[in-house]
């Protein structure tokens, strides 16, 4: 395996802070996170081993989003605070992802922005995040050529790869490649933290061990296009499949990983690929849990929520594909060379791994080998999985006149990519914001956490009564008659699966409470035992709360002598013995059976700001 490396540490920064809302706060809570991570990460990798020097390259000018470096001041430590408590859970549940992160060749060419991309992505390293980072390639080829009196040829959605362009191809990936290698080798100020990390005792040699090495090689395997309907196009590349277990072993050794629009062929050849395709066989096929795409005007154009189902995503292409006359081979649910990027084994077979006679010795072929090596863990152990050619067909994806990065979030999240992020590159911190605040700036893409939630019809009556007898055998929630339940069946909300309802909840508005809080009850909230753990009864909860909030309700309430838990850990407070609290409007408290002695829990309804868009029920995720 080819593999090239460099090392790097962040570069502390700080800003001055300007009272503002919490939004605001998270976007300052960024700029002081590099600090916190460079100081703590200086603090855990002390005793690293590596001693590697920097390759050495002209230093990026200081302009765009560079930040004046500053400390901390005292009226800002509670600020601070909030926003670390608030990303905590975020930091926490991130660690240990692989994400495959997209900046396109117009990101590259404008220096501010692609400086404050890689700050993000040095931070994301020292989160714990796994990167592939996949560079794009485009602009500049066409640039390079224009340059030569050139004229880029393209037809469809591919490059006629000529020699000349051929050479472009390489002057642009390397040189992109060795920018950003450039601006990740950036140490730290020791001004900075020498406080924190210079020893006492005069034998302990001041330096600072890398924290991250980017490594590039020739990981991605591809093949040439050809000769198509009499069209010669030369160089230009498809991607057959990366070396998943070559990056993964990278990944394991706390490395980053740089891909970019070169591809090399089982004939030893060097190809010119889209980086797109490039981005979607790799999210893919290393099992990625994000794949996010700077994006500029392109898609900020669409004007997307914040949050988009994929079915939602797959119908607003549908309805592009529909205004396309004759562009009948492209299709979402077709096969293959197509939209939905279809997995085709190869030869119909699958590849096993076999660790003992392939463990660690590089014995198989990197360089575009016929066949991808077996999938295989650098300890020894297997990743067992079939090994699968995916095929992009990149002129339906010209034709349709989409932005890349939508396609590409939307033919991922289809082939097992849990989530998509398409993220605004002049957004300053847009990835960390994106990944580390409640709300997010960009949009994100993934399957329908609201698929089959409904209104109750007098259709669900029986399978309701089915879902709460037990509950109502075993004490836990009080009876209700058939009658009681027809007359409050329009106010249930009811998750189904095919034909069978799954879990059930009652939401009534119990008027305004004493304080002059609106208020609603939850109530009959049930999932079928088989199907609890699943995350449905999340789901049912977070659709019922934004119903609750385009209705008005200020705040939810719910009594309950056993389930506490499972509320209080969704945000809800316990708030005393129902019949005795003041917080339910009179005519609810009295019609409570104090024998039950059921307490009471109450969740505020949070109010969004002007700099969040209010969006439907099942709309959005979370808050």
Known sequence: MIVRGCSWKPRTTSVAWRTAPLRRTNRWGTQHLSGVTGCVN???????????TPYQWAPLPETGHDLTVGALERKDYAKFVQFFRQASPYIEGHRGRTFVVVIPGEVILQRPLLQSQLKDIQLLHELGCRLVVVLGGKVQIDNYLNMRGLEPKSVGGYRITDADAMLAAMEAAGTSRMLVEAQLSKAPAVSVIRRHTRSSNSSDDFHFAPAMRVVSGNYVTSKRRGVVEGID????GTVRFVQQEAIHQQLDLGHVVLLSNLGYSASGEV??????????????????DKIMCITLDEVKSLRMPQWLSLNDAEALINERLAGVGGVTACSIDKTCPS????????????????????????????????????AQ????????QAIHEIELDLDCWQALNFPNALLTAVVGCKSGVKRAHLVDARQDGGLLLELYSRDGVGTMISTDFYEGIRQASHMDL????????????????????????????HSFTVLE???EILACVLLQDL?????GMRCGELAAFCVHPSHRGSGRGDSLLDYVEQSARTRGLQRLVLLTTRTADWFMQRDFKPAGIAHNSNILPETRRLQIDPTRNSHLYCKEIVVLNDTVQAAPAGKRIGF
């Open 462 to 489: 029986e399978a309701i009564e089915g879902l709460l007898r037990p509950l109502t055998q075993a004490g836990v929630t009080k009876a209700r008659s058939r009658e009681s339940l027809m007359q409050d069946l």
């Open 339 to 374: 939209l939905d990027g279809t997995a085709v084994p190869r030869n119909g077979s699958t590849h096993q791994s076999n660790a003992a006679s392939n463990s660690s010795n590089g014995s198989y072929s990197s360089n575009g080998s016929a066949s991808p090596p077996p």
């Open 233 to 236: 196009f030369g160089s230009t």
């Open 271 to 288: 190809l010119n690929c889209n980086t797109f395709d490039v981005a979607t066989h790799a999210a893919i096929e290393l099992k990625a």
């Open 42 to 52: 200086h603090h855990r990798r002390r005793a690293s081993p590596w001693n590697v």
């Open 497 to 499: 699966r095919e034909s």
């Open 511 to 515: 008027g305004k409470s004493a304080d």
């Open 377 to 384: 863990l650098s300890n020894g152990g297997s990743r067992a």
